[in-house]
């Protein structure tokens, strides 16, 4: 079977950062390989509220509250003062959604390691 030849629903949308055709499947997440972009598979445009702010949503979909309780969903490198890693399927309860932080949109303390900013992307709702 010819690669022109699959049909279109095994076929991974481009990466809507740099326009690459070379994603792939990690998880609930789909990764570009050539600039390290992830993003839901899901394929929900960002919804806005009628008050102008952002909806920020976890790996799988799922929108995000001040207060919300998350789990890693991978494992990520920390990072700058003790360094280290926090394993996936680590439980941060008590997120704050945070904006004008990069691409890092929740603050939170996660056990183990403190107070620190994590990107969405990482997390999923319990």
């Known amino acids: 079977m010819t690669e022109s030849s699959l049909p279109d629903e095994t076929q991974l949308p481009q990466c809507p950062e740099c ?42 979909g799922n929108p995000l509250a001040d207060g919300d309780t998350v789990t890693l969903v991978k494992t990520v490198k920390v990072s700058g003062g003790g360094g280290g890693t926090i394993k996936i399927g680590t439980k941060v309860a008590g997120i704050r959604l945070i904006e004008g932080a990069g691409d890092h949109d929740i603050d939170a303390k996660v056990p183990g390691f403190g107070k620190m900013q994590l990107k969405s992307s990482v997390v999923k709702k319990v």
């Open 19 to 60: 326009a690459s055709e070379y994603t792939y499947e990690m998880g609930a997440l789909l990764v570009c390989p050539m600039c390290g972009h992830e993003w839901a598979a899901n394929g929900q445009p960002d919804e806005q509220p009628a008050d102008g702010a952002q909806v920020i949503r976890d790996a799988v």
